[in-house]
């Protein structure tokens, strides 16, 4: 069993050992009384983009805590094929639970689709609630670069570098390992509907933009699901999720 890791988030960090950060009021809050770190006691703190640092909590208290910064972590944690989740507006329950297991993945994008999705200033920010999520469960996980979230209205053409994949519960869309064959291209996207899945026109329209429909297999499953096994599917295939490191 490995030793437990205490992690903390702070945007920006610098690039140098034995540097101080500050955390702010909410991480200070929830190092010292959920985690129970104290003055003496490790903490890792990552920004984000891609950093991380093996530190020591230095000072400070349960509002502003003091850490320095010993030395870069630099093992690999992020998966090695990047993963676009196209994602179509669901109940705010189920696309906060879609944000969290999609970061824990791996996943480097989450693109809420459609016109209910989330929007900055909107819906009682629900978009940064959807980023503080996404932060809470990459110090969970392991992760040390965000997903990004960003909203979109309808799917995009994708590069010819890209494999495009509309999810599509029909009986005649292609399986997705069927999919999967050759090398593995820049990036995958993956798009999902919404509980009653993708229109017919809406499939049409994406296939025409170089969109491919692919099928999970015989049943059925929620619009918050599909999405994260067809990612793990991948990342299986071209990617690091069960298999050694």
């Known amino acids: 069993m490995t030793a437990q890791r205490w992690r903390a988030y702070h945007a920006e960090l610098p690039r140098e050992a034995g540097a101080r950060v500050r955390l702010d009021p909410a991480e200070s809050h929830h190092v010292w009384r959920v985690l129970r770190r104290r003055p003496g006691d490790r903490l890792d703190v990552f920004d984000g983009v891609g950093h991380e640092w093996a530190g020591v909590i230095e000072g400070g208290g349960p509002r502003a805590l003091v850490v320095e ?26 696309m906060d639970w879609v944000v969290q297991k999609a970061t824990e993945l791996g996943v480097d994008e989450v693109r809420p689709l459609g016109a209910l999705a989330p929007r900055r200033g909107g819906g009682a920010g629900r978009l940064g609630r959807l980023q503080r999520i996404a932060v809470e469960s990459a110090k969970q996980c392991g992760r040390r670069r965000l997903p990004r979230i960003d909203p979109v209205d309808e799917l995009p053409e994708p590069p010819s570098t890209v494999l495009a994949l509309l999810l599509d519960e029909r ?75």
Do not use: M, N, Y
């Open 171 to 245: 009986k005649d869309a292609i399986p997705l390992g069927d999919l999967l064959a050759g090398p593995a291209p820049e990036a995958v996207w993956l798009a999902v509907g919404p509980e009653s899945g993708f229109a017919q026109d809406e499939v049409a329209r994406g296939c025409a933009r170089g969109w491919r429909r692919a099928g999970l297999g015989p049943r059925t499953l929620r619009t918050e699901t599909a999405g994260l096994v067809a990612a793990a599917i991948v990342l299986h295939h071209w990617g690091d999720v069960g298999r050694a490191g």
């Open 69 to 94: 910064l010993r030395s870069e972590l630099t093992d690999a944690v992020e998966a090695p094929l990047a993963i676009v989740l196209f994602q179509a507006a669901c109940r705010p329950e189920r």
